[in-house]
């Protein structure tokens, strides 16, 4: 019940208590009221009675002395009080006639008629002392007769006396009895009333008011601290109080969800903030390996219930190599065709494992909950993006697969840009026939050198092919290419773990050995020349003969500086082919006058 009709309904039993109180209160007047009209009677009765017996005797005093003296004043005050006992006696006839017991009227009778029968008998006595017999009038009123009459009219005065005292004693006790009774009755509505206010007041301010009220506020201070664990008292009464309640338990129910959209907004800002600073990041790798690492260090922090992997096409864009995974991905291989993937197929998205809605990938172990972003760049593809649920992420919401897409776009953007800058940086700085560095790339290895003055040992091998004219004009240029790829290749296999290998032009090659003294070069030379000279090419199905090279080697710091490493080791190389090639000569062992000897100004 609500709170405004159990005031209400108070309101109106309380009205209707007061009434009823002041009904008892104005019952109980009525009740003294005639309490007091009782007395009013009773006293008017006794007046009326105690003037008539007064009046009796004033009368037969003044006929007495009338007849015994004489004197014409006594006659009227006689007849004076004659004319009062008249209007008494017609006052006492009213009376009888009305609302008077029987008994009470009866002695009010009698009186009236004694009253009227002693009126005779004096006025009997003064008309005979008119007519002069004076001791007849004497005789009469103080007679027997008269005497008697008197004495019955006070007789019956006192009677009548007790009777009304009587009644009005009754009548008396009567009202204060029902004056009492509406008293209490009064003051019984007065107590109810009292006791139901302060009922009320208990059970609609404190039970029903206060004490929701300060439950209710408990939860409120709590929500203010945004403390949205706290349960708001549900009141099932329907009243104002449980309006309240649902209305606050509405607003807590608003205030989670609207923390519930800031925290998602928020976590949707940071996943931004984080693919922002990623994007930077991978704009600014140097090679393939620097843009994995970066992919594996903030893929995880963008996702982190999703574990992953970045693929790469290898080998002529038939198979896929996983070159980064994050949060130890399970399912899928870390090498497979490209053909397993039906995300590489279709060129787009593909989500696999949910409920078996779709064709699942074959390079999948398990059928759960996948999904391969395939990257392409220009329409070309580069490689995939896979990952998989271990977490609270859901691959099926659309927003983090839009953020999964926008990332793919980009890292398989930035892929193809590294893949066509690393083939423009290998064409730039190696040699297309021999795969070598170029000599575009040498000047810059020893321009770095000069840059660093690091004064860390150097060793230049400059090494020339004896005689290569002659297997372009005896086996043609494509024999003289073969010739050149073979020693090319062996220049690499020799010195990749210690050095690197250039075409400075021709049919003329450079080592540059770094860490390593005169003596290690001169070494190293001559393990290459009788690699190259053990070998039997063929071509064409006719052997191509011996092979063999001519080196110089030069060292820095113990023999020159770096600038001039080239031609000391050049100058090397010319006095090897001087006394008969395939040789290795050292340039500390050279003559001063030969080192100054220019590379351009060498014989064949």
């Known amino acids: 019940m609500r709170i405004t009709t159990i005031t209400n309904w108070a309101y109106g039993i309380t009205v209707v208590l007061t009434a009823l109180s002041g009904a008892s209160f104005i019952m109980s007047s009525r009740s003294a009221l005639q309490e007091r009209s009782a007395v009013e009677e009773h006293l008017v009765l006794d007046t009326l009675a105690e003037e008539l017996a007064l009046g009796a005797e004033v009368m037969s005093d003044e006929a007495r002395l009338y007849v015994m003296r004489g004197e014409e004043r006594h006659l009227q005050a006689f007849q004076a009080e004659e004319g009062k006992e008249r209007r008494r006696e ?93 008293t209490r009755v009064a003051e019984v509505m007065l107590a109810v009333t009292g006791a139901l206010f302060v009922a009320v007041l208990y059970f609609v301010l404190r039970r029903r008011v206060a004490m929701p009220l300060l439950r209710m506020a408990g939860a409120v201070n709590r929500l203010a601290k945004q403390d949205y664990t706290v349960e708001v008292p549900i009141d099932r009464r329907g009243d104002e109080i449980g309006e309240m309640n649902e209305a606050i338990e509405i607003f807590r129910t608003n205030l989670i969800e609207r923390e519930r959209l800031d925290a998602e907004r928020r976590t949707d800002q940071h996943r931004k903030d984080l693919i922002l600073q990623m994007m930077h990041r991978v704009q600014a790798c140097q090679n393939q390996e620097e843009m994995t690492d970066v992919v594996v260090r903030f893929a995880p922090q963008i996702f982190p219930g999703l574990a992953g992997g970045l693929y790469i096409l290898k080998e002529g864009n038939m198979s896929l190599m996983r070159v980064g995974a994050w949060l130890d991905p399970k399912q899928s291989a870390v090498y497979f065709p490209a053909a397993e993937c039906w995300g590489m197929r279709r060129g787009r998205s593909h989500h696999s494992g ?200 030069a060292a820095f710091p113990t023999g020159g500086s770096v600038e001039t490493l080239i031609t000391r080791a050049d100058a090397a190389l010319l006095e090897a082919k001087a006394k008969g090639r395939d040789r290795t000569i050292a340039a500390s062992g050279i003559k001063s006058s030969r080192n100054s000897v220019s590379p351009s100004s060498r014989k064949p």
Not at 102 to 131: C, G, M, N, Y
Not at 528 to 547: F, T, V
């Open 354 to 553: 949910v409920n078996g809605a779709d064709v699942p990938c074959q390079h999948l172990d398990h059928l759960e909950a996948t999904l391969c972003v395939p990257l392409t760049a220009q329409g070309d593809m580069i490689g995939l993006l896979y990952l998989e649920e271990q977490g609270e992420e859901i691959l099926g919401l659309t927003g983090p697969r839009l953020y999964l897409e926008l990332i793919a776009e980009n890292v398989g953007l930035a892929i193809a840009n590294l893949q066509l800058r690393e083939k423009l940086t290998t064409l730039a700085v190696h040699d297309p026939l021999t795969g070598l560095f170029n000599r575009r790339f040498l000047d810059e290895r020893l321009q770095q050198h000069v840059r660093e003055e690091s004064g860390q040992p150097l060793v230049c091998l400059m090494i020339d092919i004896d005689y290569f004219k002659r297997f372009n004009d005896q086996f043609g240029h494509d024999a003289g290419d073969l010739v050149m790829r073979f020693v090319g290749q062996t220049l690499r296999e020799t010195c990749s773990s210690v050095g690197s290998a250039f075409r400075f032009g021709g049919e003329e090659f450079t080592v540059l050995l770094p860490s390593l003294d005169e003596g290690d070069g001169v070494a190293l030379a001559d393990t290459l020349r009788e690699k190259i000279s053990s070998a039997a090419l063929s071509h064409a199905g006719q052997l191509l003969g011996a092979i063999s090279v001519s080196v110089g080697v």
């Open 90 to 182: 017609e006052a006492a006839t009213k009376l009888a006639a009305q609302a008077l017991f029987p008994a009470e009227v009866a002695a009010l009778t009698e009186i009236v008629r004694d009253a009227e029968a002693l009126d005779k008998i004096e006025a009997s006595a003064i008309e005979r002392f008119q007519r002069g017999d004076k001791t007849a009038a004497q005789d009469i009123l103080f007679g027997a007769e008269h005497e008697r009459v008197q004495n019955a009219l006070l007789q019956t005065v006192d009677h009548f006396r007790d009777l009304t005292a009587t009644r009005a004693a009754s009548e008396l006790e009567a009202a204060r009895a029902r004056s009492n009774w509406w």
